[in-house]
């Protein structure tokens, strides 16, 4: 089972690793409506052990699951390509996260390397407020074992050795980090976009509330107030003015 369960596992890994391979990920939400999961990944480094024949099978085992969740993958080089993978709203985040991180054993026969205990997890919670959604995003990743296994058992990478771990937030309006004992503290990209480094050997837990624009409440707004405007200029008055006796 273990070695079957192969390189979509080692897929799992790298989403976490910088030090093992080139990496960067960013959630960015563009609307309510519409987001986009992007990642980097270049087999470098650490991974060196990894041979040419083994990482196409990697990059190519990644390219499939891409497609099943109607992404794209960008070839940069023959180890190193860019991830994207677009979705409709929180929920479907939530769902493509899962599916595209989570190792799914029974789908994959290829055997070049294996994860030890890696458990994200990610929730989000939505509330309307007419105009403006309000979201609560909460991811936890469990980097307290890692190690990436060649197939005859050899561990190529120990959690030891991971470093700059980075995970990105980017949203229309400006998110709020939840402040706590457990929560990492992000940093202020250039796009005032949230950035976490997640550390090696421990439990890193994420929080963070954001607002996005309510398509549909804006959209009720204006429908009504196009109906004042039309009620106005057909009657000279609003609904709510009675009217004038002759």
Request: net charge neutral; aromatic share 8%; proline share 3%.
């Amino acid at each position: 089972m273990r070695q079957k369960a192969g390189l979509v596992l080692a897929f799992v890994l790298l989403f976490f690793l910088n030090g093992c391979v080139d990496y960067d990920i960013g959630i960015n939400f563009d609307s309510q409506h519409r987001g986009t999961i992007v990642q980097k990944i270049g087999l470098t480094q650490q991974l060196t052990s990894l041979s040419q024949s083994d990482a196409d099978q990697l990059l190519e085992s990644i390219n499939t699951k891409v497609k099943q969740l109607k992404g794209k993958t960008k070839k940069i080089s023959s180890r190193e390509i860019v991830v994207t993978i677009p979705f409709s709203n929180g929920r479907e985040l939530v769902n493509k996260f899962n599916l595209f991180f989570t190792p799914q054993l029974e789908d994959s026969g290829l055997d070049a390397v294996d994860l030890l205990q890696l458990n994200p997890d990610i929730y989000l919670t939505e509330n309307n407020f007419l105009l403006l959604q309000r979201e609560r995003l909460k991811l936890i990743v469990d980097l307290t074992s890692l190690g990436v296994f060649s197939q005859e058992g050899n561990l190529i990478v120990t959690s030891g050795s991971l470093v700059n771990l980075d995970l990105s937030l980017k949203t229309p309006f400006a998110a709020k980090n939840i402040s706590n004992d457990t929560n990492l503290e992000p940093e202020i990209g250039e796009q005032r976009q949230l950035i976490w480094r997640l550390k090696p050997g421990q439990v890193n837990e994420i929080e963070v509330i954001f607002w996005l624009p309510s398509t549909l409440g804006i959209g009720t707004v204006i429908i009504v107030l196009m109906s004042l405007i039309g009620f106005f200029v057909k009657y000279k008055r609003l609904p709510w003015v009675g009217a004038s006796a002759t």
